[in-house]
């Protein structure tokens, strides 16, 4: 049973010819002919929890990408529940309760979004994007390391600002946790696909604006932080159609609810595809 | 040399072409690179030297025309050829907030067996940087780094676009040592240049490309050699005559070709013999003009560049 799973595994995630080659021993030294033996391919496996590794300790190596991604979010959120910059109203939550889940999907916003188009971009415009292409990590390889390098941060940002608020006396229930998981995979496909599009099709000084200009125009007025129908006029009801407000309420929906609103999971989705689709036309890797 | 039987071309182009926008930027590109071999790629900027690099690394998808390397499709069989094949691209591909060692293990977890990484680090000098981030690197130092993660996965076709671009004698020379050994393995490399004595002293093919397309071929002494023909190098004073002074040379001899190749320096190609030089320092005399250096070689392979690509600017 146990290695019958293995081996399903196994075929999973490594297609085909790959496996045996994991454990082959080292050749011996190659004569010097035309057909010398070359290194061979790492597993699949090996190859994207590399990139995977790599690409997380970029993001937290790095000092703005870390403040964009970990101090905003804690300082947002420190900064609503403590003092009252913000009067709204809670519909009687405590505001720990309110504003959690928004900047939950604040932080995905930073990560997905932000921090990943703005190191894709440069990445790009460095040649890294290329030359790790021409690796046997492929494109797929590189794409799919992008995007668990991205759940890797999140986990960290989601551990941070989660125990921050537990700290300020949040305390989810498990079913809101669980709920809210989903709601944190579907945002982040949205936004990784927009973080995509945006750094394979712009300069990268263009990405760093727009990144950094679009996280802040949709925390405040995107239904991510303040929830959709606080919002003034017309864009209580545009909110709801973009990916941030979307997301805010799958967040709010799941810790303050216990439901995913079957709306944003719609928008995600629909902007998923959307963006995603444009991303694998435009993309240009040099 | 064993002579090995049928060797199967490592990488063959033919009919190549290769537009951006209306610019055909490769066209109708041929080229053949061996085994064993170092094919080197000249060419002026814009020739269309990297265009044809990354259609061989399937970076790029050709408009025309078939690429094949080992054998295979670059793009289509892109799968089966990633493990047999480094790279190093022209603008390096490394990420700028890494240290230099952490990009080399990086890229070597993608190979069931690299090379060992201490050996390459000890061979390419990486060690005084290891742990310097790839933005405070001097471009030397990056070049060292981006080859080293070329052949970390020993390929068996190396594409180096402009491998000691920015490196000083030292380095290049480290670089050289490793290519001739990569050869010696039965590596194919490939790589463009803009060093004339790096193709005189690697290349055991020099493929001259301009405007898109191969406009000579052969082994370096296939192109330096044609004919008797010598290069006569005189420093003088500058604008002298040079309509005049080809006739004084031709006068009583074979037809020698005389040009300013800046100002103050001249070269006089063709059969130039005794007679040639003695012709030559009587019409300085006459002119009252001191050649202040005067030597007389082979033609070198800058010259046969720049006769075939022209002097102008572009």
Redesign the interface.
Known sequence: MNSSMNSAMNSAMNPAPTGP??A?P??PR?????????????SRR??VL??TS?EAR?IL??GEQLMVTVVVPVLALVGLVQADVLDVDTGGLSRIDFFTPGILALAVMTSSFTSQAIASA??RR???L?????????RGGLLAGKVLGVLVVELVQVLVIGLTAVALGWRPDAFGVALSLVAVLLGTAAFTSLAMLVAGTLRAEAVLAVANLALLLLAIAGGVIVPADRLPGPLSHLALLLPSGALGEAMRGAFQQGTLPAWSVVVLVGWTAALGWGAGRLFR?? | MPASPVAEQAVEISGLVKRYGDRAVVDGLDLVARPGAVTAVLGPNGAGKTTTIECCEGLRRPDAGTVRVLGLDPVDDARELRPRVGVMLQDGGLPTGVPAAQMLEHVARMYADPRPLDELTERLGLGSFARTTVRRLSGGQRQRLALATAVVGRPQVAFLDEPSAGMDPQSRHAVWQLVRELRDEGVAVVLTTHLMDEAEDLADHVVVVDHGKVIAQGSVRDLVSSGDDRTLRLDATPGLDVVALTAALTADGPGVTTTETSPGSYAVVGPVGPTTVAALTRWLAEQDVLATRLTVGRRTLEDVFLDLTGRTLR
């Open positions: 080659e994991t082959r080292r050749p190659p004569e010097p002919t035309g057909s010398r033996a070359h290194a061979g391919s790492s090996t190859r590399a990139q790599f970029a190596r790095n440069f990445d460095n040649g890294v290329r030359l790790l292409s021409t690796t046997p990590l492929g890797w040099h």
